[in-house]
C-alpha cells in the first residue's frame, strides 16, 4: 500500500505518495529530455505525480504569513528559475560579499553576508529594510541564477567517479589540477562531495532546496531552522514559529522543501539541439583545444532505486571539479574553494542559459572563452589562435548543446 504524504502550500491541500514507495528496481537505458522543464522519462506514474506536486510548489508565491522573509530576494522559486522554462536559469542577479582580512575571507555574517537579501517585509506597523552591501566589504561578487535541469542526474554520479579525476597536485602536468569541495552535510553530518553551486558548496538537491529557501525567501526548514540576521541585526516583525516551511505529517522533514526537491531530482536534462557537420567539427576543436579536459562530456550514474537515474550516461560536459581560473572568478571562499576557483559549469543546455559567466558579464560564447584564466590560460591561447572557421565550428557545437 502506497504511504501518502499530506502536502499544504498557499491555502491548497494536495497529496503526495512517497518517493520510497515509488521508487522502482527496473533497469532503464533510454536517457534525454525532449522538451526543456520536463520531467525525466521513464518516470513511473508515481514519481510522474510527484514531480507535479514538486512543480506547483516550486511555481507558488510564499507570502509574509507563511515566514517569508524577514528579508529576502523574491516570493518563490520560479522567480529565479524560469528561462527557458520552469527550473532553468534567469537574468536574476544576487550579490555575494566579505572581506579579506588577514589573507582569511570572512563572509561578514555580523553585516548580514555572504548573501544580500534585497527585500524587507512590512507586517502591520513593524517593517524591515532590504540589505544594502556594506561599505567594509571588499569582495562583491554578482552571481547569476543557475539551470536545475538534469540535476538529479548530477546527484547519483557517484562520489568515487568525481574524486577519481581530481589531480589537485597536477601529477600528469598538463597544467589541469582539479579538485574536490568537500563539505559538511547538514542532513548527515558528514563530510561529503559538493555538487552544487558556483563553488561546488551544495552537498545534494535536498540541501539545495533548504538553501535556496532560506536566503532566497528567507524561509526556514527542518534542515536549517534559524532566521538570517537582516543586515545582521536581531530578527524582527517575524511572527511565523521556525521552522516556517511545514512539517505536516510531523514527520521531521519540511514537506514544501521535499517537494520541491522532487520536482528538481526528477526534472528531465537539457534536450541536445540538432548535430550536423558543423557542429562534429566543433566538437573537434572543443577537444583540441583542451577545453575537455574539465568540462567532461559525460559522467555515468552509479546504483539507484529510481530506474530513470539508474546507471544512466549524463551528458554533463562538467568534471565536478574546483578549477583556478584566474583573476575573473568571483573572489569568493566557500568551504575549500578559493577565491579564483569554481566548479566547471555543465555547458548541456548552454544554447538556453541567456548571458554567460557567474556576473552575467559575457554576452557571447567568445566573451566567456576570453575571460577563462589560470588553469584555463592555454585553452584560451588555443582558441585565439584558430582560424574563423573553426571558431565558427567550435560556436556552432557549443550552440547546440
Request: charged share 20%; with cysteine.
Amino acid at each position: 500500500m502506497k504511504k501518502t504524504t499530506l502536502i499544504k502550500f498557499t491555502g491548497l491541500m494536495i497529496y503526495a505518495v512517497s518517493l520510497a514507495a515509488l521508487s522502482s528496481s527496473g533497469v532503464v537505458r533510454s536517457q534525454g529530455a525532449t522538451e526543456f522543464g520536463g520531467p525525466l522519462p521513464e518516470l513511473t506514474p508515481g514519481q510522474l505525480e510527484l514531480f507535479g506536486v514538486g512543480k506547483q510548489v516550486f511555481l507558488a508565491k510564499r507570502s509574509v504569513e507563511e515566514g517569508l522573509g524577514p528579508v529576502f530576494n523574491d516570493f518563490g522559486c520560479a522567480q529565479c528559475h524560469d528561462q527557458p522554462a520552469t527550473g532553468g536559469a534567469s537574468a536574476v542577479i544576487v550579490p555575494k560579499f566579505g572581506r579579506i582580512v588577514n589573507g582569511v575571507f570572512d563572509p561578514m555574517v555580523e553585516f548580514g553576508g555572504p548573501v544580500r537579501q534585497s527585500t524587507g517585509i512590512t507586517i502591520g506597523n513593524c517593517s524591515v529594510a532590504g540589505e544594502i552591501i556594506p561599505p567594509e566589504a571588499t569582495v562583491v561578487a554578482d552571481r547569476q541564477s543557475q539551470p536545475l535541469f538534469g540535476l538529479g542526474l548530477i546527484e547519483n554520479i557517484p562520489e568515487s567517479t568525481v574524486l577519481a579525476l581530481a589531480d589537485p597536485d597536477d601529477r600528469d602536468g598538463d597544467g589541469i589540477s582539479g579538485r574536490p569541495n568537500l563539505v559538511m552535510d547538514p542532513i548527515t553530518n558528514r563530510v561529503v562531495l559538493g555538487r552544487f553551486g558556483w563553488k561546488a558548496q551544495v552537498p545534494s538537491i535536498l540541501v539545495f532546496a533548504a538553501d535556496a529557501l532560506l536566503n532566497e525567501m528567507g524561509m526556514t526548514t527542518t534542515v536549517f531552522p534559524r532566521e538570517n540576521n537582516p543586515q545582521g541585526r536581531p530578527v524582527t516583525c517575524d511572527f511565523v514559529p521556525d521552522p516556517e516551511d511545514f512539517d505536516f505529517d510531523l514527520d521531521g522533514i519540511s514537506d514544501g522543501m521535499v517537494a520541491i526537491a522532487n520536482f528538481i531530482r526528477f526534472l528531465g536534462p537539457p534536450p541536445r539541439g540538432p548535430v550536423d557537420d558543423a557542429v562534429r567539427a566543433g566538437e573537434a576543436v572543443f577537444a583540441r583545444t583542451g577545453c575537455h579536459k574539465c568540462h567532461t562530456p559525460t559522467l555515468f550514474t552509479g546504483d539507484s532505486p529510481v530506474a530513470a537515474l539508474n546507471h544512466r550516461a549524463v551528458n554533463l560536459y562538467s568534471d565536478m571539479l574546483l578549477h583556478d581560473i584566474g583573476p575573473r572568478a568571483d573572489g569568493i571562499f566557500d568551504n575549500v574553494a578559493t577565491g579564483s576557483e569554481v566548479r566547471t559549469t555543465p555547458l548541456w543546455g548552454l544554447r538556453a542559459t541567456g548571458k554567460y559567466w557567474h556576473d552575467a558579464s559575457a554576452a557571447t560564447f567568445e566573451e566567456a572563452i576570453l575571460l577563462h584564466g589560470g588553469e584555463a590560460e592555454a585553452s584560451r591561447s588555443s582558441f585565439t589562435s584558430l582560424t574563423p572557421a573553426e571558431k565558427n565550428d567550435l560556436i556552432a557545437f557549443l550552440n547546440s548543446l
